[in-house]
């Protein structure tokens, strides 16, 4: 179903609803689906790679980290984690402006400074916490935030024991039981941002073998500590006893990424009726886009063998008409030709001007 995020019925709003109607009119089913009938998205291998976001007006990356108690043992890890918007949470000058602007802004405060999310049911929007020097509210969504148990124990995918403090292993930080975590924070409608993980769950996304950590952050292959050294506490582990085990990076991906964003769309192409048909399907565990101002513009051209555009269609959509999970978007182009042409662009409400994101060539059999 199309979403319709508005309550009033404004110019603009009656404006989305018409190409809503006009996008819900190209959705099509795949692999013998009824119209309108969800399809599983299928399994893909994603290739996750250091991110490389598009500069927005943000941080670049959290400062002053050689203060951070974590990080005299956890480095690298902090450093990844130190350039995402989790960090970046409560400093971000973005969420700081448009703060100012809410009549009750201490609404926004729990999931941009969260108390330890082990400390209530996981899944439930989270409580602010208070401020201290040990966790101020500058570290965002910290370490504590996702790691602290109620115990006072750190909690991880392993439990390794520690001279620097108590370890235990949690099922919320193996990649099967992690997206408990992410729920409590992105299953939320506020302000801008739409609550997409709703849609992960409606559409058991966990039963298909999916997760958010699965999508959104690269594995590695690494020692979970640093060895004693310059930036290390005398607690820290020695060299040698840093086990390299397989895990997550903490570096984000995010649309902000063109090569990231390019990985949300499965594209193909055939011949049908004298026209080409380019569809466009959603393979990501939710709708998109997830942000209202966002939108994404598709231009299809079909080229003779001389690189000649015979014809060519435009396709958008936003969040007040998005393309739902497991969906597909059907661009018919009334020309047959050698090749298939699919531009797209990103539009960001926080960017002076769109961003490419996909361009490529394919075709018109292509699977």
Not at 54 to 59: F, M, N, S
Request: glycine letters at 8%.
């Amino acid at each position: 179903m199309l979403y319709d995020g508005s309550r009033a019925m404004r110019p603009t709003t009656i404006a989305a609803i018409l190409l809503g109607a006009a996008i819900a009119s190209a959705l099509v089913p795949q692999d013998g689906a009824k119209p309108g009938e969800a399809q599983p998205a299928p399994q893909k291998t994603l290739v996750l790679k250091t991110p490389q976001p598009v500069p927005d007006g943000r941080i670049a990356k959290l400062e002053n980290l050689g203060s951070y108690a974590c990080a005299q043992c956890h480095l690298e890890v902090a450093n990844e984690w130190a350039t995402t918007t989790h960090a970046l949470s409560w400093l971000d000058p973005l969420y700081r402006e448009a703060l100012a602007e809410k009549s009750r802004p201490e609404a926004c405060h729990g999931c941009h400074i969260p108390k330890p999310l082990h400390l209530g049911k996981l899944g439930e929007q989270p409580q602010a916490r208070a401020e201290s020097k040990e966790d101020p509210w500058e570290h965002g969504i910290s370490c504590e935030s996702c790691h602290l148990g109620p115990d006072g124990a750190i909690l991880g995918p392993w439990g390794h024991a520690t001279p620097a403090h108590v370890s235990k292993r949690s099922a919320s930080m193996v990649e099967e039981g992690s997206t408990e975590l992410c729920l409590s924070c992105h299953k939320v409608n506020v302000g801008p941002v739409i609550g997409i993980a709703k849609d992960f769950v409606s559409s058991n996304q966990s039963g298909r073998g999916r997760s958010c950590v699965g999508c959104h952050w690269a594995p590695v292959e690494r020692s979970w500590a640093n060895p004693a050294g310059p930036t290390a506490e005398a607690s820290a582990p020695a060299a040698g006893e840093v086990p390299v085990r397989k895990g997550r990076s903490h570096a984000t991906q995010t649309p902000r990424d063109p090569a990231f964003l390019r990985q949300a769309f499965e594209v193909s192409a055939r011949v049908e009726g004298g026209k080409t048909l380019i569809t466009l399907r959603n393979a990501t565990g939710h709708r998109v886009p997830g942000l209202i101002g966002r939108s994404f513009d598709f231009s299809a051209s079909v080229l003779d063998a001389g690189g000649k555009t015979l014809a060519e269609k435009q396709q958008s959509f936003d969040t007040r008409a998005h393309l739902p999970v497991d969906k597909s978007i059907e661009i018919a182009v009334a020309a047959v030709g050698a090749q298939v042409r699919l531009v797209g662009m990103h539009n960001d409400p926080r960017l002076e001007k769109p961003v490419l994101f996909m361009d490529l060539k394919l075709d018109a059999a292509d699977k």
